[in-house]
Structures are given as structure tokens and as C-alpha cells.
């Protein structure tokens, strides 16, 4: 009764205690007649076989074994759950549960379903409400099979006759009073309530229906998954154990941070090209080494834990600092930029500068020259954008000083006074003066000197510059012009700060470029080059700004974003498409590396060759060369592309948009041979059978599309769909016979379809426990299980893989991470090798044809890996390190 002090609340609760008493007397009776049961169910099963008690007709073990048998009154779902996932494996050890006929009883009646209280899925979706209190978060529940009698197992939606009826009631009537044994519980089950009663509180009951080694049970943010047990796993002990005996090599990386970076070009002193893209800063070789285009190669430096923001190359050609943004780690907390000083023929680092110095990132970075690069300057990205000068030797700070509050794009030191440091960016070009303090750390001095536009417009941006030997500045601004800066003495009427003696003003103007001018680059033989943004043309200027020779961009790269200086005539231009570009201005220009602009999610390998395709939010779909490492073909899909699958024939490609669109292109002439759409919401997997004969399409809309496919794959039909999931799809897989569907959802079911059968829902999951499967890229199941991690939330894992030898697991995570397991991983807490390199959560992995590469996607860093599988014995760099827990180096977006 609700309120206080009533006149009848004392009787009340004295009827209520008496009641309670009753009960708790009762309770022991019970028990004691359940004890009495329980042995003589075991002296029957002693003395007679298990068949003589079991319905030959009845259906075996039936759904969820964490749903309430029949007999017993439905389980609530928790009030409330709790996240992550748990490591540990309890083991069941109840005693005599009785005949395998009478614990597994027939089907439910509900609707021909055959878990009671409605629960049609494995995973903890909407339509679990039946299972039972989930215990503590992500506690793993593996449970030892009882020997079962070889009758055959039948779909509880088929049709009995009904001369089979009595027969089946009885079977229920037996099942309930099994289940009543195993609803007693021994000692331990009751005495254990801490560790496996409901988060959900005293409220909510605790379920404890798992037969012996039937299954395994797990949990995502409080959701019971239940995975069955393969029928030849008598154990989990005996399944393979520690980090698989392949590793991964970095081969080689698609694409270049162009869109949104600068100080992103050089040319080392060997002829190596170094750029950056996610974490890696790549060492690109033309022509030189094995494999790529024109048989260059590439070598990477991996020792960053974050997005690159920018390079600066030693005056000795040799040595290279590289500066990386601050990030995040998995629970949100910032992690720290710092700057790399590397030995590029080495690859190793000689110094770490700025721990714990800078804020955000660092944006600029520049080498002194006149001292042979003693010195680095350095401005990050705070909102003072503080201004540093270091010992790169000893990695100590000599000078600090707040910069501006506007955006600095770039900084360097006068090639001939390291006293005298440049940076500009927002509205500005400032003029630094650097007393070193005697080499002592701390004590120098900055002071600064406004450059002095006067009668010239001041642009919006000044993104670049170049120092003339001659001592003179040039500056490219957001307005097209070339200014050309010099020292002047200061009058009463120049502006200026603390009563300078000189000041730093415009010479000269020249108007270069439509739009903005994003690079300027001083060749060997004194001419200076522009790149521009609009315009997109390359122009030579000599002595005077007067314009020698220019070359114009295909459009399709994009504008020029930064030049570098080869060999000879031979110039490097990079994009803000993400491209680097190589030739001259006589030649012209052709690609050497190419990359997506935005974030991706759609990958597909090849059936037969080592290819690859990718799409994503640039609305491009390429098709990538892993043997020549070079992009064969793109297209523009007008519409973002999440998803990807080759017909086992190679010769055509569906592709998933974002609208609920599909397409199937002819991967020889790129032409659209279908176009078709099912519902208008996003599709997440389109998928092959292993026979080419349908087409599974899994949508936002929470339904499986099934289609015919000829066999060309060329025509298409609408075939059947599959309904029954209460969240959008995830993945799915086909069984190797082409007849199956195994799907996931995004509130973590797991679902098994009978296409050819007519696209129904297959209630009886334990019947799909042995079922083999084409390829594996569902990321709940029992052979993949031991994949997550503990803590997770349930969208940790983007993307697996098994490949196709059935040997190794490739993982996907939202920490930047590839992982390799051993298959099937099916032990929690399964050890892994884990990869670095991307700077943004990885969306998908994909093994080649033949097992020998992986291929991973990049979020919003935009990059493309391609990792060498090495077997065993195989030769290569140190395997990673294993770990049990994914590593916590810090996801990052891009600033567009």
C-alpha cells in the first residue's frame, strides 16, 4: 500500500510476514521433493536408454536455452543494464539434469516459435524479451552438452499430425517437470547470486536454462548473445590458443593527406619522396625499388600514435622531423602532440620533442639552415599558437612566446641568420627576432615585427612562402598575388611596434593566380614556381617575377596543394584531391599515388585477382591494382557508396548507397547494368551467394533483400526478403551451399534464413551450429566471439574478416587498430596481434583471394593499407606485439 500512518497498515503487514513465512516453509518442502525427483530421474536414466523416455517425434533442444522452458513462468529482462563485455568463462556443473528428452521438451506454443516469452534472436534485441537476467555485464556462460539420441531434428514451425499430438503433450508434460529440477538449482547456482544474479536489481529474476556445453553466452551493454557450440567442440580447452603464428607487413599505402594539410612534400637527399597520410609518413621511392608504378617502392616511419600534420626535412637531406596532432584515447581523455626527429635512412627515431608542450597539435614545423639545423622551430595549434624554438640535439626548449590568436600556416628560419624566423597564416606575415640566451634552456628571447601592407590590400590568407637567397621574401596569398617583402627604415608615419629602427614592407606585387596561391617552391637554379587553387596551374617565375613557363593541373586532382623538386627537371606536385603527381612542366603530369578525399567504408577483394574496390562519402568508387599498387579505374557514383561485393565471376560489382539505391556495374566497361532501389534508408552489406545465384542486400530499414541473379550477374529479380530483425543489418554471411543466411543486427542479434526455402526465419538456431559458411564477416557468432574486447560498448568492432584458408581473423576497430586472431576465436580474452598506422577508426578488412594481402579502409583519415600476410616462417619485420586488449592510441578526425 502506498502512503503512510493508514488505520489498517499494522494487520496488513502482519498478513504479509505471515505470508512470507509460509512460503520460505513451503520453499524447503520443495526442495526436499525436488531432491527426491531429481534421484529417482536418475536411477531411471541408469537403468533404462535415453530413448525409452524420449518422443521420437519431438524436436530436440529448442532456441535461446536462456529463455524459460516450457512449464516455467516467462523471465523478465532487467530494469536497467550495464555496459562492456566480460572476460571470464564460468562452467555449468549441475548435477543429473535429467533424460536429454525431458530437459529439452518440445517446441513452445507460441506461435509455432520455439522460444517461450517471444525471444526470436540470440543477440539482446527488442525482440529478447523472454531471455533471462543477463548477470553481471558480459559474462561469458559456457555450459557442457548432455549426450543426446540420434533422432532427427525438425524446424518447430513444421506441421504434426495429429496422431502425434498425445505424444507430444506428454513430452511436454515430462519436459516441465525436468525443467522444474533444473529450476531448483543446486547450492551453488543460488549461493553464486553476486556473480551471475541481474544488474537489473531484486526485481528482476535470475535464468540459469543453459544445458551443458549446448552453448556459450555473452553480453553487450547488459544484452544476452547466446552462441551454440559446434557438435565437434567437445571442449573449449581444445581450441587454439595465443596469437596466431601469421603476421602483417605495412606493404603499401594508398593515398596523401593533401585535402587539408600542408608542409606535406619533399625530396630527401637519396631521391625518396616523404609525405604523410593517418600516422604514417611515407618514403616513396620512383622507379627505384620493387613493385609499384614505374617500379617504385615504398618504405614507412610508424613511430606516431596520431594524424601527421606536418613535415620539415634537415638541411643534411637525411634527417626528418614530423609533427602529429593531439587526439583522443578511447574514453575521450586528449592525448599529447609531439614532434619526431627521425633518421629517414634508418627509420629510427633519434629524438621526441615537446611532450607535454604543446596543446592540440603541432602545425608547423621548420629546421634552421645558416647553423646546418641545430634548430627547430615549432607552432602548434592552441589558440595563442605558441611559437618554440629547439635544441634538436638535446630536445630542449630555448625559446617560447605566444604567437597570435589568428591561424599560422606556415613558419621557416632566414637561410642566412637563424636569428631571424617567418610565419604567416590568417591576415598576417610576421617577423620574428631569436636571441638564442647563450644556449641555455628557457632563456632566449622572441620579439616580433609586423609586416607592414600599407597601400596594399591585406588578403585574408597567407598560406606560403619562400626566403630569397638575396635576403628578400615572397609571400602567396588568398587573393592570387605574389608580394615581395624587404627591409625598410621605420619613420614616424610607418606603423610599428616598441619604436622599431626598421621595418619589414611590400616591394613589389605581382598578380600570379585565379584564387588562392597554396605553394611556393625555390628551385636549385634560383626561378621560384606557384601552384595555384582555382586555376590549378603551375607557373615558373624568374629574376623580377616575370613568368618563364606554366602547366595546368587536370581538374580532376584537384588544386595544387604543395611542389617539391626531383631529380634533374623533374618535379613532384601534390593535390588537394589527395593525389601526387609527377613530371614536368614540358611533359606535363601523371599520377603516381592516388587516394580517396573522405571518409570510407565500402571494401571488396577480387574473386580471383589481387584487386580490390573501395567507395565512400567522396562518392568514388576505384578500383585499386594491388599488384602494381596503382588505382586501374574510378568513377563518380553522385551518391555516397557504404558497401561493395564482387560477383564470384569477377565480372561485375554491386554497390550499396546511401539512399537505398544499388548498383551493379560491369567491372571491364564501368557501364551501370542495374539500378535499383529497396526502401529509402541506407544500405550497410550487399553480398554474393558462393554460387553467384542470389543477391543479399541488407538495409537500414531492418530487412534482408534476396534477388536472382543470372549467371552473368548482369539481371537481376526480386527473389524474397527477410524480416524478422528489430535493428538495422550489420553483416551477413552465406553458407558455403548457397541456401543460408547468417546475419547480424545493430542491436546485436543473431539471425539464421533459409533463402532457398523461401527467405524464412530459422527459429531453431541451434540447428545452424554446424552449419559451414562461405565466408565469416558477422562479428557475433561463437567462432569469432573471443574477439571483443573487455569494456566494450558493442560498437568497438567495425569490420572482420576470416580468411580464406580458415586459419586467421582479421578485426577492425574504432581505435585506430587491425587485429589478427587465430580461427575459430572462440576463448574470451583471445590474444591478438595488433597493427597501428591509421589515424581514425578503421572501417573495414578484407583478405585477397589468395590469403597473401589484407586490405584495410581508414575512416576519416581517408588511407588505404595494404598489409603482406607472413606465414609462419615467413621473412619480414618483428611480429607486433601481442596484446589481449585493443591498444588506446587515439582516434582522430580530420579537420576539413
Known amino acids: ?85 566480460q572476460t571470464e568463462t564460468e562452467v555449468e556443473t549441475e548435477s543429473s539434469p535429467g533424460p536429454p528428452g525431458l530437459i529439452n521438451g518440445p517446441a513452445a506454443p507460441h506461435g509455432g516459435g520455439e522460444e517461450p516469452g517471444g525471444t526470436q534472436s540470440e543477440g539482446g534485441g527488442s525482440s529478447s524479451s523472454g531471455t533471462g537476467s543477463p548477470g553481471p555485464p558480459g559474462l561469458l556462460r559456457l555450459v557442457q552438452p548432455p549426450q543426446r539420441t540420434d533422432t532427427p531434428r525438425r524446424n518447430s514451425s513444421s506441421s504434426s499430425s495429429p496422431s502425434e499430438r498425445p505424444r507430444q503433450k506428454l513430452s511436454r508434460k515430462a519436459a516441465s517437470s525436468a525443467n522444474l529440477l533444473l529450476r531448483s538449482g543446486s547450492t551453488e547456482s543460488r549461493g553464486g547470486k553476486d556473480a551471475l544474479s541481474s544488474p537489473g536489481g531484486p526485481g528482476s529474476r535470475r535464468s540459469n536454462y543453459n544445458l551443458e556445453g549446448i552453448s556459450v553466452k555473452m553480453f553487450l551493454r547488459g544484452r544476452p548473445i547466446t552462441m551454440y557450440i559446434p557438435s565437434g567442440i567437445r571442449s573449449l580447452e581444445e581450441l587454439p590458443s595465443g596469437p596466431p603464428p601469421e603476421t602483417l607487413s605495412l606493404d603499401w599505402v594508398y593515398g596523401y593527406r593533401g585535402r587539408d594539410s600542408r608542409s606535406n612534400l619533399f625530396v630527401l637527399r637519396s631521391g625518396e619522396v616523404v609525405y604523410f597520410i593517418a600516422c604514417v609518413v611515407v618514403l616513396y621511392r620512383p622507379g627505384g625499388g620493387p613493385g609499384g608504378p614505374g617500379g617504385g617502392g615504398q618504405r614507412h616511419y610508424r613511430g606516431h600514435t596520431d594524424c601527421v600534420r606536418c613535415l620539415a626535412v634537415h638541411p643534411d637531406g637525411v634527417r626528418v622531423a614530423s609533427g602529429q596532432t593531439a587526439g583522443v584515447d578511447k574514453d575521450g581523455k586528449p592525448l599529447q602532440p609531439v614532434v619526431h626527429v627521425w633518421d629517414s635512412e634508418t627509420l629510427l627515431k633519434l629524438q621526441e620533442i615537446g611532450l607535454g608542450a604543446f596543446e592540440r597539435g603541432v602545425g608547423a614545423l621548420a629546421f634552421s639552415v645558416a647553423d646546418l639545423g641545430a634548430f627547430l622551430c615549432v607552432v602548434d595549434d592552441s589558440n595563442e599558437h605558441m611559437l618554440s624554438v629547439w635544441d634538436c640535439s638535446r630536445g630542449t626548449k630555448l625559446a617560447e612566446i605566444k604567437s597570435t590568436n589568428d591561424s599560422v600556416l606556415a613558419v621557416g628560419f632566414n637561410p642566412r641568420d637563424s ?81 622599431a629602427k626598421e621595418t619589414y614592407g611590400i616591394v613589389a606585387q605581382a598578380h600570379a593566380h585565379e584564387g588562392s596561391i597554396f605553394a611556393l617552391c625555390l628551385r636549385r637554379d634560383g626561378t621560384v614556381l606557384s601552384g595555384g587553387g582555382r586555376d590549378r596551374r603551375l607557373v615558373q617565375w624568374g629574376p623580377g617575377l616575370v613568368a618563364l613557363q606554366e602547366a595546368e593541373i587536370p581538374e580532376h586532382f584537384g588544386a595544387v596543394r604543395a611542389i617539391a623538386e626531383g631529380l634533374g627537371s623533374e618535379l613532384l606536385v601534390g593535390t588537394t584531391k589527395n593525389a601526387l603527381l609527377r613530371g614536368d612542366l614540358d611533359q606535363g603530369f601523371s599520377p603516381v599515388i592516388q587516394g580517396h578525399t573522405d571518409e570510407l567504408w565500402g571494401l571488396c577483394t577480387h574473386p580471383f585477382q589481387n584487386r580490390f574496390l573501395t567507395c565512400g562519402h567522396d562518392r568514388q568508387l576505384c578500383l585499386w591494382d594491388g599488384e602494381g599498387h596503382a588505382l586501374a579505374w574510378s568513377i563518380d557514383l553522385k551518391e555516397t557508396g557504404l558497401c561493395a561485393d564482387f560477383h564470384p565471376s569477377g565480372a561485375v560489382v554491386a554497390v550499396g548507397l546511401n539512399t537505398g539505391r544499388w548498383l551493379v556495374l560491369d567491372t571491364e566497361t564501368r557501364e551501370i547494368v542495374s539500378d535499383i532501389t529497396d526502401g529509402n534508408e541506407q544500405l550497410s552489406v550487399v553480398r554474393y551467394s558462393p554460387d553467384g545465384l542470389y543477391l543479399a542486400i541488407g538495409s537500414h530499414d531492418n530487412m534482408i533483400y534476396i534477388y ?125 596481434l595488433v597493427y597501428g598506422g591509421h589515424g581514425s577508426h578503421v572501417t573495414s578488412v578484407r583478405f585477397t583471394h589468395d590469403d597473401s594481402h589484407l586490405v ?41
Open 708 to 832: 536472382s541473379v543470372s549467371s552473368d550477374g548482369a539481371k537481376s529479380s526480386r527473389f524474397g526478403r527477410c524480416v524478422g530483425h528489430s535493428s538495422f543489418i550489420t553483416h551477413l554471411d552465406w553458407s558455403k551451399d548457397g541456401n543460408f543466411i547468417m546475419s547480424n543486427s545493430g542491436d546485436y542479434e543473431i539471425l539464421y534464413w533459409d533463402v532457398a526455402g523461401g527467405c524464412k526465419l530459422l527459429r531453431n538456431r541451434y540447428e545452424s551450429r554446424d552449419r559451414e559458411w562461405a565466408t565469416y564477416t558477422c562479428v557475433l557468432g561463437f567462432h569469432v566471439y573471443g574477439v571483443w574486447p573487455d569494456g566494450s560498448d558493442g560498437t568497438d568492432i567495425n569490420s572482420l574478416c576470416r580468411s580464406h584458408n580458415e586459419r586467421v581473423v582479421a578485426v577492425a576497430d574504432d581505435f585506430c587498430k587491425v587485429h589478427l586472431f587465430q580461427y575459430p576465436c572462440a576463448r574470451a580474452k583471445a590474444p591478438s
Open 419 to 499: 636569428s631571424c624566423i617567418v610565419t604567416s597564416g590568417k591576415s598576417h606575415v610576421h617577423f620574428w627576432n631569436w636571441s638564442g640566451g647563450a644556449g641555455v634552456p628557457g632563456n632566449g628571447t622572441l620579439t616580433r615585427k609586423q609586416g607592414v601592407f600599407g597601400k596594399y590590400k591585406k588578403p585574408k590568407f597567407i598560406p606560403c612562402f619562400v626566403l630569397l637567397p638575396d635576403g628578400d621574401i615572397l609571400t602567396g596569398d588568398s587573393e592570387g598575388n605574389i608580394l615581395t617583402w624587404g627591409r625598410s627604415l621605420s619613420d614616424s608615419r610607418t606603423p610599428g611596434r616598441g619604436g
Open 1 to 85: 500500500m502506498d502512503g503512510a500512518g493508514g488505520p489498517g497498515e499494522g494487520p496488513a503487514q502482519e498478513a504479509l510476514q505471515s505470508l512470507s513465512r509460509r512460503l520460505q516453509v513451503q520453499e524447503k518442502e520443495m526442495e526436499l521433493v525436488k531432491a527426491a525427483l531429481a534421484e529417482a530421474l536418475r536411477l531411471l536414466r541408469l537403468q533404462a536408454p535415453p530413448t525409452s523416455l524420449q518422443d521420437p517425434g519431438a524436436p530436440g533442444p529448442t532456441r535461446d536455452s536462456a529463455a524459460a522452458p516450457p512449464g516455467l513462468p516467462p523471465t523478465h529482462s532487467p530494469s536497467s543494464v550495464s555496459r562492456g563485455t
Open 856 to 896: 584495410s579502409l581508414g575512416g576519416k583519415d581517408a588511407s588505404i593499407f595494404q598489409w603482406r600476410v607472413l606465414g609462419p616462417g615467413g621473412a619480414g619485420p618483428a611480429p607486433a606485439t601481442p596484446s589481449r586488449t585493443p591498444s588506446l592510441s587515439p582516434a582522430s578526425s580530420l579537420d576539413v
